[in-house]
C-alpha cells in the first residue's frame, strides 16, 4: 500500500507511535509517506520505502497565527496527487483530521478517492479537543473520517462521552518494537555512570507539562531516597522543568536527580533503570510507561485514563490514586527493597509488555487500511 501518514513530528507520544508505525510498515514493504512540518524525531533510518514531505508554514506579515491547518492541506491534496497515495492515516486529530477531511473533498472535486483514517490519541480528546473553541470541529471530523481508532479503551470511552459520535471507534492498543531494546551491552556503563554506588535507579521521561504531575516524581523519590540509596534520571523538558529544580533545592536532592534533556533513543536508559514513576492526572495510554516495561523496568503509576490497561498492578508494577504520593512511594519501595522482589516485577513488566509488541498490533492496523481501500 502507499501511506500518507500526517502526524506532529516533536517528542510527544503520539508522533512517535505515529513515526514507529510508519517504519514498521515499510519494513513490510509499503510506501511510507510523512507528511508533516519537521522530521520526526524518531524518523532516524534510511528505507527505499520511506518517504518525507515537508508542509512549509508561511510567514507572511499579515498572520499573527499562521494557518497551518490550510498549508497542511494544500500538501496532503499535492502528495495524494503526485504519489498517488491509497491511504492517509492522520495521528491527533487537531487539526489533522479537519484538515484530512478538506483535502479529500478537494480531490473528490477532482475526480481522486483518498480515504482517511484518524487516530485519537489522547489530549486531542481529553484536555484540549473537548474544549469549545475545538469540539465542534472535532465532533465532524471524527464522523466523517472513514475509520477512527483509540488508542485505549479508556480514551474510546472518554470520546463516546465527550463527543457526540454517530460511528465506530476501533481500540488499537499503541506498541513498542521489543526487537530495539539490548538487555546486556551498554546499560552497565550508564548504570555505573549514573549510580555508581549500586544505588537503585528511577527514572521519569515526559514532556514535564502539568498533566504529568513532575512535582510527584520528586516528591516519590525523596521518600525512596531517605529509606534506601537512590539516584533519580529526569529525561525530558518542558514548562514544569524550572519548579522542579527548585523543588530539588528545596527537598536537598539536587546531587540524587540528574536533567538529561530530550533524549532521541530512550532504550538505553530504561534497560539501564529500576524503576519508571509515571505520576500523570490524564493519559489516554502512557507510551513511555510502555517502553519502560519493554526495557525490563517496572511501573509506579498512577490509575488514570489508560494507564490500568497497560500497567497491571502487582505483576507489571503498581497503580495508586492520581495525587497519592505516599502510596506511590510505598510501592516503590515494596519493589526496590530486595533483588528477588525486583527480578520479579523486572520480568512481570516485560510479560506485560510483550503484549503490545508491534508485530501484535501492526496487522490490525493493515487489516483496517485494507478494508477501506479494497
Ligand atoms: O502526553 C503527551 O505528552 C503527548 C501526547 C501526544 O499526543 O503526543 O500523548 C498522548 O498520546 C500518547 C500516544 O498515544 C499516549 O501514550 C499518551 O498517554 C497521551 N497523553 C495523554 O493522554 C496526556
Keep these: 500500500m502507499n501511506i500518507g501518514i500526517v502526524c506532529y513530528p516533536t517528542f510527544g507520544g503520539s508522533g512517535v507511535v505515529a513515526t514507529e508505525l510508519g517504519k514498521a510498515l515499510a519494513s513490510k514493504g509499503h ?24 508542509v512549509k508554514v508561511s510567514d507572511y506579515p499579515l498572520f499573527d497565527y499562521q494557518p497551518y491547518e490550510l498549508v497542511l492541506t494544500s500538501k496532503l491534496v499535492d502528495v495524494v496527487k503526485f504519489e498517488k497515495l491509497d491511504l492517509l492515516h492522520v495521528h491527533y486529530a487537531i487539526p489533522h483530521a479537519s484538515a484530512a477531511y478538506m483535502a479529500q473533498h478537494i480531490l473528490k472535486s ?35 473520517s472513514d475509520a477512527v481508532t483509540a488508542v485505549s479503551e479508556s480514551l474510546k470511552q472518554d470520546t463516546l462521552k465527550h463527543f457526540n459520535v454517530k460511528r465506530n471507534i476501533d481500540v488499537i492498543p499503541n506498541f513498542v518494537c521489543l526487537d530495539h531494546y539490548n538487555y ?3 546499560v552497565t556503563s550508564i548504570k555505573n555512570s549514573f549510580a555508581p554506588n549500586n544505588e537503585r535507579l528511577l527514572v521519569h521521561i515526559s514532556n514535564f507539562r502539568k498533566v504529568k504531575r513532575t512535582e510527584d516524581v520528586i516528591k516519590v523519590f525523596d521518600i525512596v531516597r531517605k529509606q534506601i540509596p537512590a ?28 536533567y538529561l534533556g530530550k533524549v532521541k533513543d530512550t532504550e538505553r536508559i530504561l534497560s539501564a533503570s ?17 517502553e519502560a516495561m519493554a526495557a525490563k523496568t517496572p511501573v509506579i503509576s ?26 506511590m512511594a510505598e510501592n516503590a519501595l515494596k519493589i526496590l527493597s530486595d533483588d528477588a522482589t525486583l527480578e520479579k516485577f523486572k520480568d ?7 503484549k503490545f509488541d508491534i508485530h501484535t498490533v501492526l496487522p490490525q492496523y493493515e487489516k483496517l487500511y485494507k478494508s477501506l481501500i479494497d
Design 348 to 354: 512481570g513488566a516485560y510479560q506485560q509488555a510483550k
Design 184 to 186: 546486556n551491552g551498554s
Design 302 to 327: 498512577t490509575n488514570t485514563g489508560g494507564i490500568p490497561e497497560v500497567n497491571k498492578n502487582g505483576i507489571s508494577g503498581f497503580l495508586s490514586n492520581v495525587g497519592d504520593v505516599k502510596s
Design 110 to 144: 477532482q475526480g481522486i478517492k483518498i480515504p482517511f483514517v484518524t487516530t485519537l490519541h489522547g489530549t486531542d480528546i481529553t484536555l484540549v479537543g473537548k474544549d469549545s473553541s475545538f469540539e465542534p470541529v472535532i465532533t465532524f471530523a471524527i464522523n466523517e
Design 231 to 258: 539516584k533519580l534520571l529526569m529525561v525530558g523538558d518542558g514548562p514544569e522543568r524550572h519548579r522542579l529544580e527548585e523543588l530539588c533545592r528545596e527537598l536537598d536532592t539536587c546531587h540524587l536527580v540528574k
Design 31 to 54: 510506501k511510507i509517506h510523512f507528511i508533516t512540518y519537521q522530521q520526526p524525531v524518531r524518523l532516524d533510518i534510511f528505507s527505499e520505502n520511506i518517504f518525507y514531505h515537508e
Design 274 to 290: 529500576d524503576l519508571f514513576i509515571l505520576p500523570s492526572e490524564s493519559e489516554s495510554f502512557g507510551l513511555a510507561a510502555l
